[in-house]
């Protein structure tokens, strides 16, 4: 238990749905972070929030969008997708936005499309 | 941009043999964070380093930032089969907003034979 939860911790949807991914985080930080892990890629930042506002979009596709609407809570709206966004979504906190804050990872949304 | 790349991407050792992960940024960086992820799981932080020449313990892993603070190693010794995962460094990048991202190294994937 890293205090960060994600739900759900699967999912298969249609490239015609749209579902959102759930983050919670217990621990009282104040930074959000939702990154992107394909299998053969690393780690890729896409959305950064800090005190509830949204300080980076990492040149993410406008089919992903986030919302956090306190600190404690982040969410990742997904519609039309593609096969290619198939992958584990992980949601991090830290302290703050800072560089010497460590991030506590989610146990991540493995998302498929079909 | 920035990169962080590491070597070896895969490495298979049998147990009790050591095994040592280099991280090489093309930039010099301020600090650098090491992550673990068991297979199926999530970055775990492990250490962060601050100082040019640093060496940090923790049991039987040893970690090491370079002089010229661009490159770091982790060193594990005698492995065992619970040291099986992939192994992450992630270095800061500042945005124009102040606030910081970590850029996560390509991994290297530990597999231990017993």
């Known amino acids: 238990e890293t205090g960060v939860t994600q739900t759900p911790r699967h999912l298969v949807m249609g490239m015609t749905n749209k579902k959102s991914l759930k983050c919670e985080q217990h621990l009282g930080h104040n930074a959000m972070y939702w990154y992107k892990q394909s299998a053969k890629k690393p780690l890729e930042l896409m959305f950064v929030y800090n005190f509830k506002e949204q300080t980076e979009n990492n040149s993410v596709p406008s089919r992903f969008s986030p919302e956090c609407p306190n600190s404690s809570h982040l969410f990742l709206h997904l519609h039309t997708l593609q096969p290619e966004d198939s992958a584990l979504y992980l949601c991090a906190s830290s302290q703050d936005g800072g560089r010497n804050t460590e991030a506590f990872f989610g146990q991540g949304t493995r998302l498929t499309v079909v | 941009g920035q990169q962080v790349m590491q070597i070896p991407q895969y490495q298979h050792v049998q147990e009790g043999e050591d095994f040592t992960t280099y991280c090489n940024s093309s930039?010099?960086?301020?600090?650098i964070q090491w992550y673990k992820q068991r297979p199926g799981g999530h970055p775990v932080f492990l250490i962060q380093?601050?100082?040019?020449?640093e060496v940090k313990k923790q049991k039987r892993l040893t970690f090491q930032f370079g002089e010229a603070k661009k490159n770091s190693s982790l060193h594990i010794t005698a492995t065992q089969t619970t040291d099986v995962g992939t192994y992450f460094c992630?270095?800061?990048?500042?945005?124009?907003?102040?606030?910081?991202?970590?850029?996560f190294g390509t991994g290297t994937r530990l597999k231990v034979l017993a």
């Open positions: 930039t010099t960086l301020s600090n």
């Open positions: 380093l601050v100082k040019s020449g």
């Open positions: 992630a270095g800061p990048l500042r945005f124009t907003s102040g606030t910081y991202k970590y850029i």
